[in-house]
T-cell receptor, first 115, second 112 residues
Framework: GAGVSQSPSNKVTEKGKDVELRCDPI?????LYWYRQRLGQGLEFLIY????????KSGLPSDRFSAERTGESVSTLTIQRTQQEDSAVYLC?????????????FGSGTQLSVL | GENVGLHLPTLSVQEGDNSIINCAYS??????FIWYKQESGKGPQFIID?????DKRQGQRVTVLLNKTVKHLSLQIAATQPGDSAVYFC???????????FGGGTRLMVKP
């Protein structure tokens, strides 16, 4: 596609349920990032994938959060046993590589609301 | 801890005026800075970037200024238009791995 695509655009779930968020990066982009954005705040780095290398999970806030990516394609972010504090917009971004100064292209995000 | 932050959470300007959005950073090791624009319901969009070996960089209606002495970054928008209304984030790249650290954002409101 022309840009980074995320689905669903909105997700409402009950506390304790698991959710899965999907990201389709720009074709040919080897690097993929997940960020979390709480209401009125900046972007919080979660996890990073580069090709077939081991992902950088240093930003994941707890073991309830996990992400997968197969090769250089789709990525899924899974949140288990969701809590109300998980409510946020989850943004995915991709770039051509992990080189210095490579621009990130963002999707529109998934708005997650945990009731 | 070290962070990227913004001085003004909200900036209101008259259409046609120039806008200046400021950002402070504390990590002197950062060598690459980016401004992103985020409109409501959308992901951040790249506006302009600057490397630490530069003081100024110009784009179309936008200029980024970098003052390494006081660790200050600013985004200037000339002849601000209603379409410029958005939240603006500065971000720094602290290493070669594109691990962007974002500031809290400034909301720009353009009055007609």
């Amino acid at each position: 596609g022309a840009g980074v695509s995320q689905s669903p655009s909105n997700k409402v779930t009950e506390k304790g349920k698991d959710v899965e968020l999907r990201c389709d990066p720009i074709s040919g982009h080897t690097a993929l990032y997940w960020y979390r954005q709480r209401l009125g705040q900046g972007l919080e780095f979660l996890i990073y994938f580069q090709g077939n290398s081991a992902p950088d999970k240093s930003g994941l806030p707890s073991d309830r959060f996990s992400a997968e990516r197969t090769g250089e394609s789709v990525s899924t972010l899974t949140i288990q046993r969701t809590q109300q504090e998980d409510s946020a917009v989850y943004l995915c971004a991709s770039s051509r590589s992990r080189g210095a100064n490579e621009k990130l292209f963002f999707g529109s995000g998934t708005q997650l609301s945990v009731l | 801890g070290e962070n990227v932050g913004l001085h003004l959470p909200t900036l209101s300007v008259q259409e046609g005026d120039n806008s200046i959005i400021n950002c402070a950073y504390s990590n002197s090791a950062s060598d690459y800075f980016i401004w992103y624009k985020q409109e409501s319901g959308k992901g951040p969009q790249f506006i302009i970037d600057i490397r630490s070996n530069m003081d100024k960089r110009q784009g179309q209606r936008v200029t980024v200024l970098l003052n390494k002495t006081v660790k200050h970054l600013s985004l200037q928008i000339a002849a601000t238009q209603p379409g410029d209304s958005a939240v603006y984030f500065c971000a720094e790249n602290r290493d070669a791995g594109n691990m962007l650290t974002f500031g809290g954002g400034t909301r720009l409101m353009v009055k007609p």
